[in-house]
């Protein structure tokens, strides 16, 4: 029934059930909050790095523990960003993944993995004493086009299961904030920075992290946190810590590809060789 409102003489009608009801589309699910948890971490780092680390070096306030300290919560919140990226994709296919969650989950991901990362390599030229501003905001607009070529890619281009192709997001933009924190001369600094994000673009084949795998992914992120911290705290031994993670991230980052490299050269070379074996068969009597 339409009721008369005697102030508006407007006629409404009573909500129902169905009003109430949100389109699925529309709905989260327990693994979208992951995803949004994921872009939250991304933000709050861009404004560590911003807040500790950028605006003291402009104003001429810089307090190098302060630095280092929001410097460590930058990058911790991007491990914490990866781990909501690894869960968020264990959730959706143990439960339920939303129609948004692809796409919450590439936004997501270019804020944390591309934005963070880009921003770190910006602040990095400008508060660094051998590096040039112009040329590192280069190297973070080569950073921040890999990965949006890369989330693109990876939703448009269909591979067999258990395989990513071109270096993931997350673990590009770790190994670009670890070459940045291990504070090499700017060149080779520059260089692997920019052959990171090659990386990411390549058709290299990166296994997913499943199983085993995302164990030891899960652990080596939780030993970068301790790593982190400690440095952070100025503890005994904190620098030491942190350069052996960092060299042992860009390390993995550079072995990966090359493992992978080596084993389709033998994949191709095995094949080759049953081809030639079988066409000689062939020309037996």
């Known amino acids: 029934m339409t009721v008369i409102d005697p102030e508006t003489q ?5 909500e129902t059930d169905e009003d ?9 699910s327990i693994a979208d909050t992951l995803t949004l948890g994921n872009a939250i971490c991304g933000f709050m780092a861009v404004y560590f790095t911003t807040t500790g680390v950028l605006i003291p070096h402009l104003t001429g306030t810089e307090d190098g523990g302060m630095a280092r300290h929001s410097a460590a919560m930058a990058v911790i919140l ?8 690894l869960f968020d994709g264990l959730v959706a296919r143990k439960l339920r993944a939303s129609a948004m969650g692809a796409e919450l989950d590439n936004l997501s991901d270019l804020i944390s993995f ?3 990362p880009a921003y770190f390599v910006v602040t990095w030229g400008m508060v660094a004493q051998d590096a040039h501003q112009r040329v590192s905001v280069v ?6 086009l890999a990965v949006v070529l890369r989330l693109a890619r ?3 281009v269909t591979l067999r299961d258990g395989i ?3 270096m993931p997001s997350p673990f590009g933009a770790l190994t670009v904030v670890a070459i940045v924190l291990l504070e090499l001369p700017f060149l080779p600094t520059l260089l692997a920075i920019i052959g990171v994000a090659w990386l990411m673009v390549s058709r290299v084949e990166y296994p997913k992290p499943r199983g085993r795998l995302a164990v030891a992914m899960l652990s080596w992120i939780v030993l970068s946190m301790g790593m982190l911290a400690a440095w952070a705290l100025d503890a005994p031994g904190g620098q030491l810590l942190l350069q052996t993670g960092c060299a042992l991230q860009v390390v993995m980052g550079a072995m990966i590809p090359l493992f992978a490299t080596a084993r389709r050269v033998n994949t191709f070379r095995d094949n080759r060789r049953e081809s030639r074996a079988e066409s000689r068969a062939a020309q037996l009597p």
Do not use: E, N, Y
């Open 10 to 14: 407007a006629g409404w009608a009573p």
């Open 154 to 156: 990876f939703s448009c």
């Open 164 to 166: 990513f192709q071109g």
């Open 139 to 144: 190297a973070a607009v080569v950073v921040l």
């Open 20 to 28: 109430d009801d949100m389109p699925l589309s529309t709905r989260l």
């Open 114 to 116: 591309g934005l963070a």
């Open 78 to 85: 991007m491990l914490f960003a990866s781990v909501f990226d």
